[in-house]
Each structure stands twice: as C-alpha cells, then as structure tokens.
DNA sequence: CTTCCCCGGCTATAGACAGCATGTC
DNA sequence: CTATAGCCGGGGAAG
C-alpha cells in the first residue's frame, strides 16, 4: 500500500515519510490502516519489534490531530518518551505542537493543554488523571506502548487501570495498543474493544538460533560453521566471527557483574580490529565517560570503551547509558554487555544479539529461573540493524547437546506466553482503589467492581473459568467464572477495609476519601508508605536526618539495598547505637524477615546520610557496593518521599515540617546542613557550596556581596563559573575582568579524587537527565 | 625456598515509575 | 527445587 493512498491522515503526511525514504507500507501497517487506525478505530498491533509499530501509532495520532482533536502517547520509561518527543518533533514544521509529561522532565498539567500529541509515562498519566489536568478529558487518541507490560506485577496493573480510566473519560477514545508478539493477542484487542493486527513480519530477516561447539543451529534448520579457538569462550568467538563481518554483537547477560566482567573480557576481542580514527574518538568517549562520574564503575567503563566494547546496566548512570548507547548506534561501540536494560529501553540495534544466560536468579523461586519466552524473544528482536544489516542474527548458547534441544524447543520455537493481568494482588490495589475512589471514578464497592470491569484483569476472568468457545464478549458474567471473581472481590473488600482503618477513605454509605486520602492519592504514594510515614512522624517533634532518612527507606515505595554478608552484623550494631534516632520501633531480632528488611532499610539511610555528609560518590560507592546510578536513584526517591512526607506531615498540622524540609534539601544537593542555603544558588552544588564556605563565604547573602577574588579564588579559578554563580546569587557586578584569585581562598588539594584537570567537572552532577 | 597454577569453597545475584518547583559545567 | 562467575586461599608441582 502506497503512504499517499491513507484516508485520514494530514495531507502533508505521505510526502513528508516520502522525504524520510518511505514509499509505501509495511504489510502489518496496510494491515492497521486496514483496520481503520487511520479513521478512529481502536487497534492492537501485536508484531515484532522493529517492524513499524511507530507509524502505526503516528497514523492513529495524526489522523486524531487531523480531525482537530489530541493524541496522548503511553511510555513505559522515561529515556523512551525523550526518545519519542525527538521522533514526533519532526511533526512541528506542520503545525503539531508536542508536549512531554515525565517525574523529572519539566511541563506541568495546564502546560500540556493545547498540546496535539502529548507523550507521558504510565505513571504521570495516571498522576495526571488524580490531579484532574484538563486535557485529559479531552483526548481522540490513546497510543499505549509496549502494552504487554501489564504483565509486570509492579507496573502492570497502573497501565491497566489508567487505560481504563482514559476510556471510561473519553468514550469515544480510540485506543492503539502496541505490543510485542504475545500468545494472546485477541484477548487484549477483546479488552479494549480493538481491531487486531496479529503479525510476525519484519522488515529485515531475523535468524534465531542456538550455538553449540563448532556450529550454530538456527531454527530454520540451516546451520553454519563458528570457529571457536581452544581458549575461546563461545561469546567471544561469536563476536570476533560478527566484527570480521563489520557488525556489533550485543550480549544479554543476567546479573551486572556478569555485565561487567564479560565486557572486560571481550574489550580484548573488540580492540583487534580498530582503526587509528576509531582509536582517538574512543579514548575521547573514555574521557567523557570518566567526567561524569568519578567511581570505579565510571573507571572500569571508561577502560572497556578505549577498546571498543562496554557494558549497560542500572548501576550505572544515566549519562553512562546513553552515551553507551549512542556509540553503539553510530557502530563506534562494537560490543556492548547488557542486562535487561537494554532489552525494553531505547531502540538499540545490532548486526548480533547473544543471550549468553537465559536463567536468572530469583530470589522468591529461590535459584535461577528461566526467562520468559516474551523476554528472550524481545532481546533477539534487538537484532538487525534497519537499513544496514542484509538480517539480524540472534544466539542462545549451548554446552551440551541436551541443553542445545531444550533451548531450541524453550526459545527458538516457541510461541510467547500469554500476557496475564497482575491487578488482584494487594499492592497494587491498596493504590488504585483508593486513586478510584479520591479522583470520583467510584462511590460504592458495587461502583468500584463496575469500574473494575473495565479492565484486562476482568476479560481475562470472564473468559478464563469460561467456556472455551470464546464468544462471550457480551459482558454478561459466566455463572462458572466465580473464583476468580470472588477472589477480586475478596481483594477489594480486603483493601477497603485497610484503607478504611488508616483513615484514607470513608464508608458512611458511600465510599469517599478523606482529606488524608485525597492528598495520599494526589501524592501518588501507594497508601502504606503514608501510613507507614505517618506513623513513625507521630509524636516526634524533632526527629533527626538519620530518623526521617529510615522512615522513608522502609517505605514499599523505596527499592531497598541488599544486605550482603557482614553486613548484618555491621548494621545491628548501628542499630543498637543509634537506637534513640528511629522513628517507631526496633522489630526485634527474632523477628527474622521485618528485622532483615528493616536493617536493609536502615543500611539505605545510611547511604543517604553518608550523601548529605558530602561524602564523595566513589567512597559511597565503594562503601555500599554500588553504581552510580543507584545512588542518583536511591537519592531521587529519597527526595520525593521526604517531600511527600513533608506534605502529611503539613496536612496534619505536625510541627516536624521544617525538619523534614532540612532532611530533604540535604538530600536533594548532598551537603549538610550549613551549606543549604547556598547549594540552592543556581550553578552551585555539593562540591562548590563546601568550597566557598571554607573561603569563608557562608551563605547566599554572603555571596552577593563577596569579595570577587575569594570568589574566583574558592572556584579554583574558574572564571566563567565565578560569573555565572554570583550572577545567580544576585550580586551587583559579576564581572571577572581583571579579577585574580584570592590565594588564600584557593582550596587545599589535599582531598582525595582526581587533580583538577581542566574538564571542569567538579560538580557532582545530581540534576541532569 | 619461591612462584605459579589448579582446584574447591564461598559469595552474590535485573529493573526503575512517582510530588513539587525550577535549573548543572 | 534449580546456576554460575569471580574471587580467595590452600596445596601441589615446577623452577
């Protein structure tokens, strides 16, 4: 199908994807114009990666656009909605304004309105839903991406839930779901009232298969010869065999270090073949990657990329991401070892994928556990780059015959799972029944099971204890269906009565939330935290940094640190010494699970005490074991929850507030509590803010009326930096001319880290991304 | 006596959204 | 219930 023959869409259109190189559609795309995304109809498109789910989405919006009305676009993280902004920008030119609506990336509700196409996490959205932003009453189109993640027992149930709520807003709501090849496909286009475009096309040919010894055995039945060397692990091989042809291999492996150790070792491989220009770009791509951050992780990267190869994983930075990220697309990168992270995040593309380990370990299972089939087949789909790889190419790794049947059966020739909504379960309920209940969704539990109904989870219990022929689609409930019903409805029942023992919502005949509850909801908190925060805030006046950093850290909503060995002797003791500080009770010992959860907790406030110590990012890192992008995570959270509980405890009248707000600009720049004030001048941070105090220059009132050349002096010389902050500050005459360093303002360089090499990177760069 | 290598035993284990109010080098 | 890589220390063989 040619693009110029789609009714719907904006003239401009066809010849715009014209000038992109797009003459005319992909089968599943004719397939969804088919269908009528083009003309309001709500669509599931179920296909593979890279086989233009995008467009398909862009035909749905534009046409929405085109008829004068507005598109939302659901992503499940926040690097994919920069990622589709960049993409949708190309649409402005013609008159399509796009908004982008993350946790961290500017834009509030009434900023959106007027936007056309609007790109959002999950999670905003349905923040922005339980704030009542206008626009989202207002919606033609709703594109949820990667909507086979309402499989995901953590975040599932909110895509479902706002997916729901979005439609029930908005009835005439054209839906587009784009999922990954899933074993169910039907019943979500059954759930959502769609048309379905069920394909395994793909624009490049993918050829899966599995090596074992000597050859690899694809699932077509061919096979071809690898020469594995004697010394030589298959991986290796395999990438060696992959850059002989030009292309970048990816490995997913399944822990970080794995991760790490596999890129070190096949830094070896990837450097044979480098070129001099190659050479010089990489050892600058080091560089940058040692100016982010100055931890071992930052180092060991750094080393690995002079050599053309690198790892990904959540440990480190953001920053470290996508410049690893970047590299590889422009095939400066030649291997990269990755965790899953790499596999959902943003479009990476490969000559070769390698699943090196297909099992994980889990902890609940209690040993390693098989991927899914979905989660295997969506990292070989990273394989073949559009437009440079004749095919891609994706391995699993053998080492015995045996094991080479069982991966060729588990993988290569399966069909996914189906995807299984995970809503009936207590935590992610506790939040969105009372997010139902507080944003006026539902007034009663029969209004709450109705509403309910609307969702994957009740298709999927309609249909499951059902009979097989699939026909009742009528919403009248199958008699046989109960069980699982009852079971929601027991879950229901369950969580009011929770929500209602810790005064979140009210049952005098209707059900309502109470102010606590609003204010819980619009927090976006799940509604143990707030109990679990307003609890330890009852009845301490003046809790210390130590106490409010614990009270957050044990909350469901932070992701706690691991106790590793000694650890648990180490932070008993901690424990006993500080025991004044805790807020609410010590569980005690015997206790086994609580007291281990509460002193991993406990092991986290400590890093995040040891954060607003102003002790550097390499030492806590060290100290605690992890990356640099734990702490900038652990951090974040910490600062969102201290702020929530600074907004409970205001609600409630407490007189802690002004305690909890210092706990939380210590937290936010890192320093203590003498340098908040001046951390909070524009261009200053952790690092400068301890420099001018020692010069002698304490707070911002302080710095706008400074001596200059203690100024300069402080900064270490950094005149443009010295402009710029006493710019900030306010001060009468920010200029440097002629302005010499006060010597005795100049810091000691007796402190640890890296001499000042002239990168100016002396921040420790806490808001970026 | 020192150095190197191999082996057994032990340890440790993926990911990442959100409030609010403005801005790092 | 399940695995496996990296690291450490001990012991044996080689130098």
Known sequence: MDVADVSGVPPWFAAHLREEGIESLYPPQA???????????????????????????????????????????????????????????????????????????????????????????????????????????????????????????????????????????????????????????????????????????????????????????FGDGSQRELRVGSNEKPTEAIVRDTLAEDGSTLVFVNSRRNAEGAAKRLANTSCDGLDEDERRQLTDLAEEIRGVSDTETSEDLAACVEKGAAFHHAGCSSEHRSIVEDAFRDRLIKVVSATPTLAAGVNTPSRRVVVRDWRRYSGEAGGMKPLSVLEVHQMMGRAGRPGRDPYGEALLLAKSHDELDELLDRYVWADPEPVESKLAREPSMRTHLLATVASGFADSRAALLNFLDRTLYATQYRRGAGSDDETDTDGRRDPRDGAARDNLERIVDSTLEYLDANDFIDRDGTIGATNLGHTVSRLYLDPMSAAEVLDGLEGASTPTAMGLYHLVSRTPDMYELYLRSGDREEYTMVAYERESEFLGAIPSEFEEERFEDWLSALKTARMLEDWASELDEDEIAERYGVGPGDIRGKVDTAEWLLGAAESLAGELGLECVPTIREARQRVKHGVGEELIDLAGVRGVGRKRARRLYDAGIETRADLREADKAVVLGALRGRTKTAENVLEAAGHPDSGMDGVSPDATAIPGDGERGRAADGTGDDQSNLGDF
Request: aromatic share 6%; hydrophobic share 40%.
């Open 31 to 217: 397939d969804a114009v088919e269908a009528g995304v083009a003309e309001g109809n709500s669509l599931v498109a179920s296909v593979p990666t890279a086989s233009g789910k995008t467009l398909i989405a862009q035909l749905g919006m534009l046409s929405a656009v085109e008829r004068g009305g507005t598109a939302l676009y659901i992503v499940p993280l926040r690097a994919l909605a920069s990622e589709k902004r960049e993409e949708f920008e190309a649409f402005e030119p013609y008159g399509v304004s796009i908004g982008v609506a993350t946790g961290n990336y500017e834009d509030t509700g009434e900023w959106l309105t007027g936007k056309d196409v609007i790109v959002a996490t999950s999670e905003k959205v349905d923040s922005l839903v339980r704030n009542g932003a206008p626009w989202v009453d207002d919606l033609d189109c709703v594109v949820s991406d990667e909507v086979h993640l309402v499989d995901d027992p953590n975040r599932g149930p909110t895509l479902e839930v706002t997916l729901a709520k979005l439609r029930r807003i908005n009835p005439n709501l054209q839906v587009v779901a784009l999922s990954a090849t899933v074993g169910n496909a039907g019943e979500m286009a059954e759930w959502l009232d769609a048309e379905l475009v069920d394909s395994a096309w793909r624009p490049i040919e993918l050829k899966t298969g599995v090596q074992y010894g000597q050859a690899l055995h």
